[in-house]
């Protein structure tokens, strides 16, 4: 099982980034996926989920009418575009997979939001 994330990098504020989390060796279409971050010396947050069918997505409050979640099941693929970017939402984000009890994480993707 592997989650592959990338997109992340250095931003301005107001700036824009699409993350991609890459998926294999698990039925992806069968799983709800979401987009957490980690600040430093903060705990790891959710930041929006999508259902294994592409149906109703879920947002954190603060990234809500900013950030877009979605998915590719034919690609395996979940991105999460990023707009109106502020120095707040710099973090480490990382993609999760979640079906039941099965529960798989990526390695995280760097986001810095710096003039």
């Known amino acids: 099982v592997q989650l592959v994330e990338s997109g992340g990098g250095l931003v301005q504020p107001g700036g824009s980034l699409r993350l991609s989390c890459a998926a294999s060796?698990?039925?992806?279409?069968?799983?709800?996926m979401s987009w957490y971050r980690q600040a430093p010396g903060k705990e790891r947050e959710l930041v929006a989920a999508i259902p294994s069918g592409g149906g109703s997505r879920n947002y954190a409050d603060s990234v809500k009418g900013r950030f877009t979640i979605s998915r590719d099941n034919a690609k395996s693929t979940v991105y999460l575009q990023m707009n109106s970017l502020k120095a707040e939402d710099t973090a480490m984000y990382y993609c999760?997979?979640?079906?039941?009890?099965?529960?798989?994480w990526g390695q995280g993707t760097q986001v810095t939001v710096s003039s």
């Open positions: 060796g698990f039925t992806f279409s069968s799983y709800a």
């Open positions: 999760m997979a979640k079906r039941y009890d099965y529960l798989y």
